[in-house]
């Protein structure tokens, strides 16, 4: 019997290949003249598509509104958002009790779309703040100002400031992982450490600061992964929407370079949030 000889995975592939297909053609037409406030090109829609849709299958989605609405969110969110400290607030809404599945994924996607409207509106500032770190020499030592830079960078990105610490070392992690450097060890104050520090007016030691012990090119990968994690979200290198941004960051080993290409990236998608959106 012809049934018997079905290969179910790969009818479900063919399922998903079709979904997909539908989902990056709705999507383009839809965002149309936004692409450019997404800092991407309708090129990367379809492998972005398809591999958000990976994500979301893992968690058990394969098809329907729940799969298209989840891969929505990866679009407003970032790719792999529920594990990104800075979108945590939006995750929790996945724990509230007394919804049905239905009533979540419809908040979700509520507070997905506010949660990037917020975030757009943050973007500008976050980008000024960015370029003017750019502007700084490789070797720039002053540890309170790129903290200081950092810290406006996460409260704008809506990080609570208790999470600040935990949110960088999270960014700084992946970055040492990404590029096989070793992990860069902080200093950790207990209670007391801290109020000693507090009472004879010293300053507390904050994780951007051993930064310096990493040799230029490395620091230079870090610390731009870092900015752009904050500013994209944690997985911005895996997302096929930023494919441009990190061929043009890698082709060059130079950081002087590195800085330059990023600045260009950043001042083109700055004058793109600027444009008046057609979705107004």
């Known amino acids: 019997m012809i049934l018997q000889s079905l290969d179910l995975d790969a009818l479900q592939g063919a399922v998903l290949w079709s979904t997909n297909r539908r989902l990056s053609d709705f ?3 839809t965002l149309n003249g936004s692409l450019p ?3 991407t090109r309708g090129e990367d829609v379809p492998p972005f598509v398809a591999k958000a849709g990976a994500l979301v299958s893992k968690n058990g989605y394969t098809c329907g509104k729940e799969y298209s609405l989840l891969v929505l969110s990866h679009l407003l969110l970032g790719l792999g958002w529920w ?5 945590e607030s939006v995750w929790s809404i996945r724990q509230a009790p007394g919804l049905t599945q239905n009533e979540q994924l419809d908040l979700l996607t509520m507070q997905a779309a506010n949660h990037r409207s ?3 509106r ?3 500032p976050m980008h000024d703040i960015t370029l003017g770190m750019l502007r700084w020499t490789d070797d ?3 540890q309170d100002r790129r903290w200081r830079s950092l810290e406006q960078l996460m409260a704008l990105r809506g990080v609570p400031e208790d999470a600040y610490h935990a949110c960088y070392c999270r960014y700084e992690s992946d970055a040492c992982s990404r590029y096989a450097l070793p992990v860069i060890n902080h200093v950790e104050l207990n209670g007391n450490e801290i109020r ?3 009472y004879y007016g010293k300053r507390l030691p904050q994780p951007s600061d051993d930064l310096h012990k990493l040799p230029q090119l490395s620091r230079s990968r870090v610390l731009l992964h870092v900015l752009l994690a904050i500013a994209f979200g944690r997985y911005f290198f895996l997302n096929p929407l930023f494919t441009p941004w990190v061929k043009s960051l890698e082709a060059t080993d130079s950081p002087s370079e590195r800085r ?3 600045a260009s990236q950043l001042a083109a998608h700055q004058q793109a949030l600027k444009e008046p959106s057609p979705h107004v």
């Open 260 to 262: 330059h290409a990023l």
């Open 122 to 124: 943050q973007l500008t």
């Open 83 to 87: 594990a990104d400290p800075a979108c």
């Open 196 to 198: 000693a520090y507090r």
């Open 140 to 142: 720039d030592r002053d």
């Open 27 to 29: 999507l383009l037409e």
């Open 118 to 120: 917020r975030w757009e």
């Open 37 to 39: 406030r997404f800092h």
